[in-house]
C-alpha cells in the first residue's frame, strides 16, 4: 500500500502558477510511474500527464506546453508545475501511481479573476 498526499492547491487569476505535490509514503519510489489527473464537477478524471522512473514524460494535449512533471526520487515527491493557469483548468488535481494503482485524496485548484 503507497499513500500519496498531494498539496499546492488554491485560488488563482487566469494566467498564474502554480506549483503542485505530490507525496509518497514509500522507500521505493524510484520504480513508481507517476501519473496527474484532474477532475470537474459532472466530467471523467481527465489524464493530463505523466513521468515514468527514467524521467519521461508525455502530457496530455491540453495541458501540453503549459504544464511540466518532474519528480525527485530522493524525497519520494512528485510536482505539477502548471503556469499560464486558465479558468478551464479549474478542478481537483489528483496523482496516480503505478504500479499497483494507488490515488492520492486530491488538491482544489480554482482559476477565477
Known amino acids: 500500500q503507497v499513500q500519496l498526499v498531494e498539496s499546492g492547491g488554491g485560488t488563482v487569476q487566469p494566467g498564474s502558477s502554480l506549483r503542485l505535490s505530490c507525496k509518497a509514503s514509500?522507500?521505493?519510489?524510484?520504480?513508481?510511474?507517476i501519473n496527474w489527473y484532474r477532475q470537474t464537477p459532472g466530467k471523467q478524471r481527465e489524464f493530463l500527464g505523466t513521468?515514468?522512473?527514467?524521467?519521461?514524460?508525455e502530457y496530455a494535449d491540453s495541458v501540453n506546453g503549459r504544464f511540466i512533471i518532474t519528480r525527485d526520487n530522493s524525497k519520494a515527491m512528485a510536482y505539477l508545475q502548471m503556469d499560464n493557469l486558465r479558468p478551464e483548468d479549474t478542478g481537483k488535481y489528483y496523482c496516480f501511481v503505478q504500479p499497483g494503482s494507488f490515488w492520492g485524496q486530491g488538491t482544489q485548484v480554482i482559476v477565477s479573476s
Open positions: 514509500t522507500s521505493l519510489f524510484r520504480i513508481y510511474t
Open positions: 513521468i515514468n522512473p527514467d524521467a519521461i514524460t
